[in-house]
C-alpha cells in the first residue's frame, strides 16, 4: 500500500482532532487564513518563492528532528516514496494554490525538493560532547543542555552563518527560524516524572518557568543579530522588532504542546499538524497571530493536563 505511511497520520490526526474538542476551530481558521494570505502571496509573484522555501526548510527541519526514519525504512514498503507523500500531503493546502497564479512554477519546484529530502537518511551520532556545558546551561534545563549535545554542529553552522549574513535583509531571519525549529525539537522528547516534580512547582508556574529560560536564551541568541540587522536594514525595523517574541511564542507553543499530552518518558514525533502550522506562522509578518493565539490556547490546556501529574 503506498499511501500507507499517509492512512497512519491520517488517523494519528483524527485523534488528535478529537482531543482537540473545540479548539479545533480555531486551529482550521489559522489554518485557511495561511492558506489564503499564502495565495495572495503567489497571485503577486513577488514572496511565493519565500514561501516555497519555508516550507522546504520546515519539512527538512522535521526530516532530520523525527525519530520514525528507522522504522519506516524497515517496515513500511517504499518508505521514501511515503515519506514523500507526506511532505506533500502537509503542504498541499499552502502550495497547490500557486498552480493558478503567475508563480505557478514554485510548485514543481517544491515537489523537487520535497522528493530529495526523504533521502536524507545521515543522524549525527549522539554522544555526550561539551561534557562541562552545564556551567553555562543549569542542569535543570535539561531540554536545551540535551538538544544542544546532540544538535551543537546543525546549532553552530546556523548561527555563524546567521552573524555572517547579519547585513543583509531577509537571509538572517530565515536561518534564524531555521534554527528555531531546531530549538522547537528540544522539547520532542517527554521527561520522566521523577524529573518533572523534582522542581516542586504548580503546573502554571513550571510552564512560566520554562517560558522565561527559552525568552532569556533567544534574546541573548538572537538579539545582536537583530540589532545589526536593523542598523543595516531600517525599512525592516519593524518586522526585526516583532521576529524574536513571535520565535518566543513559537517555543512556548512546543513547551506547552508537549505537556499538553505529557506522558513520562514518551518520545513525541516531530512532524504534529498543529506544530507545523504555529512554526509557518512564525516566519512570515503576516502570520503574525498564528503563534501568539495557539500558544494561549495550549498554554490553558497543558496546565490542565498537568495537574493529574503534579500536586498543587
Not at 9 to 35: M, N
Not at 138 to 145: D, G, I, Q, T
Not at 222 to 240: A, E, K, M, R
Not at 260 to 274: M, R, V
Request: hydrophobic content about 50%.
Amino acid at each position: 500500500m503506498t499511501a500507507f505511511l499517509l492512512y497512519i497520520r491520517l488517523r494519528q490526526l483524527k485523534r488528535e482532532i478529537d482531543g482537540l474538542s473545540l479548539y479545533i476551530i480555531p486551529i482550521i481558521a489559522i489554518a485557511a487564513f495561511l492558506a489564503f494570505v499564502a495565495f495572495k502571496e503567489f497571485q503577486k509573484g513577488e514572496n511565493g518563492i519565500y514561501i516555497i522555501l519555508a516550507l522546504s526548510l520546515l519539512c527538512l527541519s522535521m526530516h532530520f528532528s523525527r525519530k520514525d526514519k528507522a522504522f519506516v525504512c524497515k517496515h513500511i514498503d517504499k518508505p521514501y516514496i511515503q515519506i514523500f507523500l507526506e511532505y506533500v500531503a502537509l503542504t498541499l493546502p499552502f502550495s497547490i494554490t500557486c498552480l493558478v497564479t503567475k508563480s505557478w512554477y514554485c510548485y514543481p519546484l517544491l515537489l523537487v525538493i520535497l522528493f530529495c529530502i526523504p533521502l536524507f537518511t545521515f543522524e549525527f551520532r549522539q554522544k555526550t560532547t561539551f561534557k562541562n556545558l552545564s556551567h553555562i546551561i543549569s542542569a535543570k534545563n535539561f531540554e536545551w543542555l540535551s538538544g544542544f549535545r546532540k544538535q551543537y554542529i546543525s546549532f553552530i553552522v546556523l548561527y555563524i552563518f546567521a552573524i555572517a549574513f547579519c547585513w543583509l535583509k531577509f537571509l538572517p531571519l530565515f536561518l534564524l527560524w531555521f534554527l528555531t525549529l531546531i530549538i522547537v525539537s528540544f522539547y520532542s522528547e517527554c521527561e520522566s516524572i521523577q524529573v518533572l516534580r523534582e522542581s516542586n512547582k504548580t503546573p502554571k508556574k513550571l510552564l512560566i518557568a520554562k517560558l522565561k529560560v527559552c525568552t532569556i536564551y533567544l534574546l541573548i541568541l538572537y538579539t545582536p543579530i537583530i540589532i545589526v540587522n536593523s542598523f543595516f536594514n531600517l525599512d525592516f525595523l519593524i518586522i526585526n522588532i516583532l521576529f524574536i517574541p513571535i520565535q518566543i511564542s513559537l517555543i512556548g507553543f512546543a513547551i506547552c504542546f508537549k505537556y499538553t499530552s505529557y506522558k513520562p518518558n514518551l518520545a513525541k514525533i516531530g512532524n504534529s499538524i498543529p506544530l507545523a502550522i504555529v512554526s509557518m506562522g512564525s516566519i512570515l509578518p503576516y502570520f503574525i497571530p498564528v503563534p501568539i493565539i495557539l500558544f494561549c490556547i495550549y498554554f490553558y490546556r497543558a496546565e490542565n493536563h498537568l495537574k493529574q501529574y503534579l500536586y498543587d
